[in-house]
């Protein structure tokens, strides 16, 4: 199957991202240069690798490959500004440096200092440069950390900078169904926490309005629901079936049975697969 490109996307659709806003610091000679970056991120847990992705304008770029670490602070909301006036302008144009909002605290592992006031401050080891077709992405090994004193609430990038709001808080269950080749059917499911026991209550769905219990469960290890259940004998063909899936507090979540799939593997659940997509 063939897939259609578009000859033409959306201007600035690269503003849809929403992510945080870094200011990186990196030595410059006997000095320090920093800027920001609202393309920086965690990509890789264990070791803990962070990202960071600039453009070819960024004198950062040219600096990075030279120095071999970097100094990544993810901003508080307090430092919009902050985060604004490095991002503005060049270290061939001014040293930032010499703004008062730039306090740099003292490394522990790499020689670079790192801008203070975060959400936390990183120091990194270059690991990798990944050349695209216009920006760089520089991935760096964190080997230190530093942590405020008291917690702090993130800067956001989504087109102009933003503050977050409150939590978002889960209300309904949203499940899904595959037949198994014994018969039973796997169902999984995520939901807010129970307002009572944690359990899961399960239904089959039939054609016609007729409901058959498939009993209460308890939540997996990490609160959701991951089980395999075997189904009533003499029942009609599941295609034509749903899955119902209750929590006490939330709104019930349904699912298709999906038809079989032969080359698709159903490995045991012994094993939970939290994470692998």
Known sequence: MSLTVPTELPSRLWKKLTSAVGIISVRHGNSVNVMSA???????????????????????????????????????????????????????????TTSELVEFGTPRVITTPWV??????????????????????FVGEVVACHLPDAERRPLVKHGPMHTLGGPVRRSAVVAAAAPLPNGAVRIAATGPAADGPDVWRLSLLLPGGATVGLGEHPSGEFGDLLLDVPLPPGLPPRSAARIKVERQGAEPGYARIAPHQPDVEHPDLTTSARGHG
């Open 38 to 96: 609202e393309w920086s991120y965690f990509v890789n847990k264990e070791p803990l690798y962070a990202a960071v992705v600039l453009s070819p304008k960024a004198v950062t770029r040219e600096l990075l490959p030279d120095t071999g670490e970097f100094g990544l602070t993810l901003c508080s909301e307090r430092q919009a500004e902050l985060a604004d006036f490095v991002g503005s302008f060049s270290v061939a144009q001014v040293d930032k």
């Open 116 to 137: 203070t006031g975060g959400v936390v401050a990183l120091e990194c080891v270059l690991r990798e440069t990944v050349p695209f077709p216009v920006h760089t992405m």
